[in-house]
């Protein structure tokens, strides 16, 4: 039985402080939800840090009532209590990713519904969710969206799939509930991928710290790089929607704050008293973090990485350009009160903002509609400042909502005077669209709204549209800003109108830029995002990323054009490939080893190609086009598995008793924190990819290895040779590999399974290992079970892993790292490491079944004494000698009464190696190991490796796949 997760349309109300509420009724199983929140845009600013500063320690003076109370508040909590709520985010050239990680424990008998949430950006994708219960994971897996068919034939009203998530001041909720059985644990993994929006001259990056309790341990951590120089950091006060800035600009209680030039790590860790200061109910706020880059001149910052490129344009220091701006505002009963008031101080605010240049109108809409100057547009001139606000004094809520008048007065208004002032065709113009409500009142229907203001507006200026509160049809607002070049803004019902209503001007109140076009050489690259933009404003971005046809190319020419004003400008530069790349992968030097942030650049540009599919989409009208788009969306969210408008987020149902006592087991002291799996990464390989690429980046090289038929391979390195050898084992037999059980605690063993030959083979049958089990007894007996296509660890957790999904798991010094559908890393105290490789066929001929291949990565661990057919080898000692004619005529008189001669390939006599006190006929030969991908020239012995190993190959041949015991194998 499985759970299905996708994003739905945000509700017509918004869940508020009832988001929170940690007594909210959930369906049974797991349930997510997305609802939709403002997430507010305005706060006190941090001076920049120093470096590796401690920002608001915690005063000396504690306060032990405080203290008791945090205790008290956990010890009376009946729900499953948080352990460990963590949050680590790395920014890398403003593309972040956020891995969560919630730990839950059940203090009582019986199971209880753990309930784990996030706010998160809507713009942002999740990429991975998993559930870990009683050791047990569950990952998620990203799939198809299932069509929904329209109630309606012929409405082109967006559907729930069409959800943008654009709007960086709205978040979403995301919400997953599990039962988890008595006195035990769950562990819940969630990570999401965003790109920062520059605004202001900003970027910030928003961590939602709302665990719904006081946690013991709790921790956020933002790590930034960025090659060009971070400046201008902040680290804002906690902020919620009901307060969305404070009076002291200082970071909150616990902040340290490490910063070099082009790095930066901030990290939050309050203690139980220092959260219950801040909110006793667990509910503490968001944590910002604020930041700018140094901007090179010219074209700009041109990143490459892996045949990928990103581009990011922001000049500044340009003169700004003229605008002509209609501000149409909802006059509607409901906005009588707060909003109204808000909404004229920001109105207020705004008209002392004109420069001397713009020109302007006010529209003000209920049932009727009103324009403050009718059929112009007037200059900015003390006179007319004065009558503005008396208009905006005087506007008075009744009445209905007539939304199509509206935008049909505020349009013709425009185009009247764009056809009428020749001058204003070098300026920028756009309306300011303002509701709090849905239409009541003349034009009701969606699409013809659309319809009508599409007409009216005929791509000669911009509409960028405002929704207040809960009440506003908000799919129609991002509608007519996306298909008239502006954006969608919200702002909450509980919010300051006045700030967000003026911070959002602000943001489009200075343009510097208009059609700017971005080229590249031509078939140079491809797949290249919107590289067209109707205007840049002061304090933004233009981004554009694509790929290059040759990741050879030396060089790329980059031209931006672009008009300020009455003049046209010109930017062009040869852009040095081989240079960029090398500084993206200095960048990246400085992450830990987590293979999909390295590709940050590739999904970075997949992050925004599916943003503009889906924004194109949206736009179309055809049906055959939106399909096309549809496909091309749903196929990008696949290839990076991002749980888009799409597609949905299935996860496995946990199996776990509901009512009955399980099996106790205490719960988790200190050390277990460190005990708990550490990381769990998604898989970064593509559907149809050989998953060479995240194999190679997670492999440690060796030759000692045991794969194919097999084949058996070990490496003497101070030798500096390889020898080589088969086991012509039975189907079923279970072979030593390593033994090292009495010291390191450490024993491997392969099972064999059997196959037909190919046609006209020499060989009767094949032989190839289909499970690998390790057995480790220190610090704690645990072992590993691993098939094609499952891991099972069983230690102080059993957990069931898949071979097709990239994931770690870390537990008492005992690490699984798996690389979807390619190779599993299992490293036991971080001093002994085994690779085993899967094979996977999809057609596989009759000869060919899914196995394995083992391969010894790091032996240090393991003591002088190990033995198995292959760790008897790791500290021996050989020779390769080259005998005399009596010597090897003794030799083979001797293999030929141990029956050891045999084959028709002959061995070549003056050749041998010596082992211990034997001497062992050899011939050269080539293998290839690693799934063909490197060979090795090594010396070949036959016969079941007669007389180099000790014994007979039966000697390795064990009970059972846990056998541990040395007295029935060497």
Known sequence: MCATFSTPPPPSTSLGSSASSPEEAHAPGLTMRLPALLLCLSGAVLGRCDSDVVVNPQPAAAAPRVA?????????????????????????????????????????????????????????????????????????????????????????????????????????????????????????????????????????????????????????????????????????????????????????????????????????????????????????????????????????????????????????????????????????????????????????????????????????????????????????????????????????????????????????????????????????????FLTDGRPTVGVTQSPSILSNTKGAVQEKFCIFTIGIGNDVDYRLLEHMALENCGVMRRINEESDANVMLKGFYDEIGTPLLSNIQVGYTEDAVQYVTQNFFTNYFNGSEIVVAGKLMDQNTDSLHVQITASNSDKSIMLESEVPVKEKEREAEQVI?????????????????????????????????????????????????????????????????????????????????????????????????????????????MLTFSKTSADGDPHFVVDFPLNKIAVCFNINGEPGDILRLVSDHKNSGVTANGKLIGTPAPVNSHKKQRTYFSTITIMVNKPRRSYIEITPRKVILDGRDRMVLPCDKTLAVESDGLAVSIAGKSNITVTVQGSISFVILLHQYKNPAPYQKDHLGFYIANSKGLSHDSHGLLGQFLYQDVNLIHLLVNDTNAMMSESLQDGTQGHSEPLTPSTALKIKDRLVPVVKKQRKIYSGQHRVDCWFVKNNAAKLIDGTYKDYVVSHLFDTNTSNAL
């Not at 839950?104 to 519904?113: D, G, I, P, V």
């Not at 408008?645 to 009955?660: H, I």
Request: glycine fraction near 6%.
């Open 589 to 697: 030097k400085a992450l830990d080893n987590t293979a999909v942030e390295k590709d940050y650049i590739e999904r970075l540009w997949g992050f925004m190609s599916i943003k503009e599919t889906l924004k194109s989409r949206m736009r179309s009208t055809g049906s055959k086009q939106r399909e096309e788009l549809s496909e091309k969306a749903t196929n990008l969210s696949l290839n990076y598995h991002f749980l888009s408008p799409l597609t949905s987020m299935v996860l496995e149902k946990p199996d776990v008793q509901m009512d009955g006592v399980t099996e106790e087991v205490p719960e988790p002291s200190e050390e277990t924190y460190r005990e708990k799996p550490q990381s769990l990464h998604r898989s970064t390989e593509q559907p149809g990819s050989t998953g060479k690429k995240s194999g190679k980046k």
């Open 68 to 432: 008791r109370q945090a205790a008290s508040l956990q010890k009376k909590e009946s729900k499953p209590h948080i352990q460990d709520f963590s949050v680590k985010t790395t920014i890398i050239s403003r593309y972040a990713f956020t891995a969560v990680s919630c730990t839950m424990f059940n203090r009582l008998s019986t199971a209880k519904e753990g309930v784990f949430q996030m706010q998160i950006a809507a713009a942002a994708f999740v990429s991975n969710l998993t559930v870990i219960i009683g050791g047990r994971v569950y990952p998620s897996e990203v799939k198809v969206k299932e069509k929904k068919h329209d109630k309606k034939n012929g409405d082109t009203t967006p559907g729930k799939d069409d959800k943008m998530g654009n709007s960086e001041s709205e978040v979403e909720t995301f919400r997953i509930a599990a039962n988890i059985p008595g006195k035990n644990k769950a562990i819940f993994l969630l990570t999401y991928e965003e790109l920062l929006q520059r605004r202001l001259g900003k970027y910030e990056h928003v961590t939602s710290v709302r665990p719904l309790q006081l946690v013991s341990k709790l921790s956020v951590e933002v790590t930034i790089l960025e090659h060009s120089g971070i400046t201008g950091l902040e680290v804002l006060p906690l902020r919620n929607a009901k307060n969305t800035a404070t009076s002291k600009p200082t970071a909150p209680i616990s902040t340290v704050i490490q910063q070099n030039k082009t790095t930066c790590k901030v990290t939050f860790r309050p203690s139980l008293v220092q959260q219950a200061r801040i909110a006793t109910n667990g509910i503490l706020g968001d944590f910002v973090v604020r930041y700018d880059v140094e901007r090179e001149l010219g074209i700009g910052d041109f990143q490459v990485l892996n045949g990928y490129f990103v581009h990011y344009f922001a000049p500044k220091d340009l003169p700004a350009v003229r605008k002509n701006i209609v501000f149409v505002i909802d006059t509607s009963a409901s906005m009588v009160g707060t909003k109204i008031r808000q909404t004229k101080e920001a109105l207020f605010t705004i008209l002392k903002d004109l420069r001397p240049q713009d020109h302007f109108n006010f529209v003000s809409f209920s049932s009727k509609i009103k324009v403050w100057q009718p059929g112009q547009l007037v200059p900015v001139t003390p006179n007319n400042i004065r009558d503005a606000k008396k208009f905006i004094y005087l506007l008075n809520p009744s009445r209905g909502t007539n939304i199509d008048g509206a935008i049909q007065s505020g349009s013709s208004l425009l185009s009247d005077y764009l056809a009428s002032d020749k001058s204003a065709q070098n300026s920028v113009s756009l309306i300011i």
